[in-house]
């Protein structure tokens, strides 16, 4: 087997030292010689990593990264070497299945499709479109986004399509609209190469991005290495790096940032002229942070005054700065408003639109980004605004359908409510794609619960078996990557092209060719009677993409299929005026916050409510971004005597969501084959717990059994990684959604898996006490479902 | 001077509308986002009573002695059925609008009293109660379609 490193081992590999110019390294894994390459790109994170597949009789025979592309140099991580295996996992789908007298059984598609479009179009005969809903993924390609969109839009018109993004990524989302006017990344990773400081809240970019993370440890190793603030309540990989650790107590960004953010002016470190021409709401800011001086923060959130200061006199005084956040914002309190304190910080010192000044609000998937822009997340595709009513009708115009069939008339329905409206009834289909929400979604036992329900027709479409799959009605085995063609955008907005290297195995189908069949037996048409979706393949879909996308912040028109195979990744936007691509945007200083083209009017940052489009345009910001200032709030569920610690959640790094693919991969799962808990060494003595120990942990909703890990975390939190499900293991309750709590954040939607009140013990999971607890979980269950059912009948 | 009708008007109201919004949010617990809501929101009015208090001290109240037909026949009995929530978010809105008139009322008097102090207040609160009706309008618009039209 070849090769070039062992990446389980050593995840980052060998130091290549760097300022400004980011050496090539090549890695590669094979295990057998390919006959020929395929241009691709890894799709097990949000980083984008471009990568050539090895083919060798219609099989995948390994990787290599390509070094050509501006994203990684030629380099891959743990997971982009290993994970592409589950490709040829021998458990894949093949054929579609239907559940028949409870069981699900092999079908053929005709049956498979037939029966899907007969149940909708009796619902919508009965109901109207609002009966039906989807939940896709963050892994879907470009093309296949664009087409569910359009066929949700244009073809039934339903509000209720959202993607697994609004777990991951929604926050981002959400801030950089909040603060810009739109969606977009201002950061482009090359910032990396020059940058004097580097800020990560809430980002374990070690164990997350490895690549990514390569990147800033040769600049570490390099001449002029950049100082490096680290915010996050665990010691991780990538706070052992840090010039400056700051470990808040979960829940408590927002003091923190206020804190910096006004130490930062006290001290006068602003760019006065930059925030009188490119922004609004300065004093404000001002006057709400005045209060968090760095002995009120330290009371909130046990960061100690001199270490925010001394956070605060890097950040104040550098004369670039690169800032990214991910989970340990986006999935806590406060997270939008926290999220835009980030912005700000950038915005009052001037540091966006150049070399080295960047904004990176993580993505955690590889293809979030296409989604939230194709409008497969609810928003509308181009990040139009929904509640303007010439970007509705422009949408119009371009599919050639009246307008006033695309739902505009309340916001998009996020997951949760989606969720919720099929477990009151009124959702009656729910397709879902590619995603495992009998594992990701909070509170776990609601969610098995709504899934199983009678009066729901479920469509699962997923290349795997999976928790999800189990419960559906009808099951669609997909093709995946590799198997298909289709587009991708990371976070620094740069497109990749991912080539078809192999066929799928048995009758799996791309979710391209599933949409368009969907659309075809629907029979959408567009005003003049012709078929409402005219392309056939990928790139004609591509073709047609870039049309929406034309004049929007997201400008696709100029690439094209022959121009992303030629090397490298491109970013958009890429038109006329950057043919090659833009590296950053902003650079004038202006923002797309002017009220026709703005993607929303402003949301309050404190409950989510609406502005309305007359509001806004009286203060249209017109280009200028919008700076807004939030108050501490504390959590709404704290420890207490039952429950005295918190829980946060997170990812380890061999493993990418439930594990689908990476669980299937021997390497990848050897090295993190099972969840665990961390706790504290002050916490373990307390309880008599050793590393190795069984440990039971309780909170209001559920229970989970994990074995202790001990150490570097504070006193007082515990941590489990959130990978782990049942379809490998069904041995004892161990995903810790079970404890989650269903809240979300009101503005972005997004779940706080960040945080919950939890009690631990010491227990052995097979005990004859734990079956018994298990069976009584599970009986409450069941009897719960009983009166549910008794009661809907009523 | 009827003033202190006024303070005690808004008073009961703001007092009513934090009782009302707990009590939804309480029978409603099951949408995820209207019990967290609602809690914040009634924290804000149950903040107001407290401000309200030293200009009470200052020009006193009159209290009716009568109950609130409005709030007492609407949120005592939880609701049932799909439309539940949509009635009760609707009678929510016109209590907030309530508050939201009487601090603009307040506010008129407290310009022709000079009484820069009781204008800075009704100023803030006023801001508040409608950030409180905004909440109230996006929720029941997001609501409306999926209550009225597609459930049963
Ligand atoms: S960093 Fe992400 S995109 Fe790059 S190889 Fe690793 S998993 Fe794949």
């Known amino acids: 087997m070849e090769e070039t490193r062992d990446s389980i081992a050593d995840i980052w590999g060998e130091r290549t030292p760097q300022y400004e110019n980011w050496p090539v390294r090549v890695d590669q894994r094979l295990t057998e010689e390919p006959d020929h390459w395929v241009q691709s790109a890894c799709v097990l994170c949000s980083n984008g990593c471009g990568m050539d597949i090895g083919v060798k009789d219609n099989r995948i025979v390994g990787v290599r990264g390509r070094a050509v592309d501006r994203v990684n140099h030629g380099r891959l991580g743990p997971k982009g070497l290993h994970g592409w295996v589950a490709n040829h996992s021998p458990d894949r789908l093949t054929k579609p299945l239907i559940r028949r007298n409870g069981k699900l059984e092999e079908a053929t598609w005709d049956e498979a499709m037939n029966l899907i479009v007969q149940r909708s179009k009796e619902l919508i005969e009965k109901y109207t479109s609002g009966a039906i809903g989807f939940y896709t993924s963050g892994q879907l390609m470009l093309e296949e986004y664009y087409t569910l969109g359009v066929l949700g839009k244009a073809g039934l018109g339903t509000p209720h399509m959202d993607g697994n993004t609004r777990l991951c990524t929604a926050t981002a989302a959400a801030a950089l609209k909040a603060s810009f006017g739109t969606d977009g990344q201002p950061g482009s990773y090359t910032d990396i190469d020059t940058t004097d400081a580097i800020l990560l809240v809430g980002h374990n970019m070690a164990s997350q991005q490895t690549v990514l993370w390569m990147r800033v440890l040769d600049r570490l190793e390099g001449p002029n290495p950049p100082k490096l603030v680290v915010i996050d309540p665990r010691k991780t990989a990538t706070a052992k790096k840090a010039t400056v650790h700051l470990a808040p107590r979960v829940g408590t960004n927002i003091p923190v940032m206020n804190g910096l953010l006004n130490l930062i002016i006290q001290a006068g470190q602003i760019d006065e002229s930059f925030i009188k021409a490119h922004t609004v709401n300065f004093d404000e800011l001002k006057k709400t942070v005045a209060k968090y001086t760095p002995e009120y923060v330290q009371q909130l959130s046990d960061v100690p005054a001199d270490q925010l200061r001394a956070a605060a006199d890097i950040l104040g005084s550098t004369p670039t700065l690169l800032s990214t956040a991910l989970q340990g914002v986006y999935q806590s309190m406060q997270a939008t408003a926290a999220a835009v304190q980030i912005n700000n910080l950038h915005l009052i010192r001037g540091l966006i639109g150049r070399k080295g000044c960047g904004i990176y609000q993580m993505n955690g998937q590889p293809t979030a980004q296409n989604n939230r822009e194709c409008g497969a997340d609810g928003d509308l595709p181009g990040f139009r605004n929904w509640a303007n009513y010439e970007h509705v009708k422009e949408l119009g115009r371009l599919w050639n359908i009246d307008p006033d069939k695309i739902p505009h008339w309340s916001p998009p329905t996020h997951a949760m409510q989606i969720f919720r409206y099929c477990e009151q009834g009124s959702i009656k289909m729910l397709w879902i794609q590619a995603t495992n929400p009998a594992v990701s979604m909070p509170d776990l036992a609601r969610i098995r619960r709504i899934l199983a329900k009678d009066d729901l027709f479920v469509v699962v479409q997923d290349a795997f078996p999976t928790e999800t799959t189990e419960l559906a009605d009808v099951v669609l085995p997909t093709a995946i990557w590799g198997e298909k063609t289709g587009c991708f955008t990371n976070v620094d907005r740069t497109v990749h092209i991912s080539h078809k290297a192999i066929d799928p195995p048995g009758e799996s189908r791309s979710d391209f060719d599933i949409f368009l069949d969907y659309s075809r037996r629907m029979d959408f048409r567009d005003k003049d009677?012709?078929?409402?979706?005219?392309?056939?393949?990928?790139?004609?879909?591509?073709?047609?993409?870039?049309?929406?996308?034309?004049?929007?912040?997201?400008?696709?028109?100029?690439?094209?299929?022959?121009?992303?195979?030629?090397?490298?990744?491109?970013?958009?936007?890429?038109?006329?005026?950057?043919?090659?691509?833009?590296?950053?945007?902003?650079?004038?200083?202006?923002?797309?916050?002017?009220?026709?083209?703005?993607?929303?009017?402003?949301?309050?940052?404190?409950?989510g409510a609406a502005k309305p489009q007359?509001?806004?345009?009286?203060?249209?910001?017109?280009?200028?971004?919008?700076?807004?200032?939030?108050?501490?709030?504390?959590?709404?569920?704290?420890?207490?005597?039952?429950?005295?610690?918190?829980?946060?959640?997170?990812?380890?790094?061999?493993?990418?969501?439930?594990?689908?693919?990476?669980?299937?991969?021997?390497?990848?799962?050897?090295?993190?084959?099972?969840?665990?808990?961390?706790?504290?060494?002050?916490?373990?003595?307390?309880?008599?717990?050793?590393?190795?120990?069984?440990?039971?942990?309780?909170?209001?909703?559920?229970?989970?059994?994990?074995?202790?890990?001990?150490?570097?975390?504070?006193?007082?939190?515990?941590?489990?990684?959130?990978?782990?499900?049942?379809?490998?293991?069904?041995?004892?309750?161990?995903?810790?959604?079970?404890?989650?709590?269903?809240?979300?954040?009101?503005?972005?939607?997004?779940?706080?898996?960040?945080?919950?009140?939890?009690?631990?013990?010491?227990?052995?999971?097979?005990?004859?006490?734990?079956?018994?607890?298990?069976?009584?979980?599970?009986?409450?269950?069941?009897?719960?479902?009983?009166?549910?059912?008794?009661?809907?009948?009523? | 001077m009827h003033l202190g009708n006024y303070l005690g008007l808004v008073h009961e109201s703001e007092q009513e509308l934090a009782e009302a919004l707990r009590k939804v949010g309480a029978h409603h617990a099951d949408e995820p986002d209207i019990f967290q809501i609602c809690q914040l929101l009634a924290s804000w009015s149950d903040q107001h009573v407290q401000q309200l208090k030293p200009f009470i001290k200052k020009y006193s109240e009159d209290r009716s002695s009568e109950p609130d037909k409005l709030s007492r026949t609407l949120f005592d009995e939880p609701r049932k059925g799909s439309l539940a929530l949509m009635r009760d978010l609707h009678d929510l809105w016109l209590l907030s609008n309530e508050v939201e008139l009487c601090w603009i009322v307040i506010y008129q008097a407290a310009m022709a009293l000079h009484d820069k102090e009781l204008e800075a207040t009704c100023n803030e609160l006023s801001g508040q109660t409608k950030r409180q009706t905004a909440w109230l309008l996006t929720r029941i618009k997001q609501s409306a379609p999926q209550s009225l039209i597609v459930a049963a």
């Not at chain 1, 121009?563 to 043919?579: A, V």
């Not at chain 1, 010491?762 to 005990?767: A, E, G, Q, R």
Request: proline share 7%.
């Open chain 1, 614 to 794: 007359d509001e806004y345009k009286a203060e249209d910001p017109s280009g200028r971004a919008v700076i807004h200032a939030v108050d501490y709030e504390p959590p709404h569920e704290i420890p207490d005597d039952d429950y005295p610690l918190w829980l946060t959640t997170g990812r380890v790094v061999y493993h990418f969501h439930t594990r689908t693919k990476t669980g299937r991969s021997k390497e990848l799962n050897d090295a993190a084959p099972e969840g665990f808990v961390q706790l504290s060494a002050e916490d373990a003595g307390k309880y008599g717990i050793t590393e190795g120990d069984w440990v039971e942990v309780v909170s209001r909703r559920g229970r989970v059994i994990e074995p202790a890990r001990i150490g570097e975390i504070e006193p007082g939190l515990v941590f489990i990684p959130f990978h782990y499900g049942y379809w490998d293991k069904d041995d004892r309750k161990r995903a810790v959604n079970e404890l989650t709590l269903s809240e979300w954040d009101p503005v972005s939607k997004q779940p706080h898996f960040k945080y919950a009140a939890v009690s631990i013990r010491k227990t052995d999971p097979h005990s004859i006490r734990e079956k018994v607890l298990s069976t009584k979980d599970e009986l409450v269950e069941v009897v719960k479902g009983v009166v549910e059912t008794v009661k809907s009948k009523l």
């Open chain 1, 529 to 607: 009677g012709n078929p409402l979706i005219g392309w056939k393949t990928p790139e004609e879909c591509f073709e047609a993409w870039k049309e929406c996308s034309r004049g929007r912040p997201c400008d696709y028109t100029g690439m094209s299929y022959a121009k992303l195979s030629e090397g490298s990744g491109i970013m958009w936007p890429c038109n006329e005026q950057y043919p090659d691509g833009a590296e950053h945007i902003y650079t004038d200083g202006v923002f797309n916050t002017s009220a026709d083209y703005c993607e929303t009017y402003g949301q309050d940052l404190s409950t």
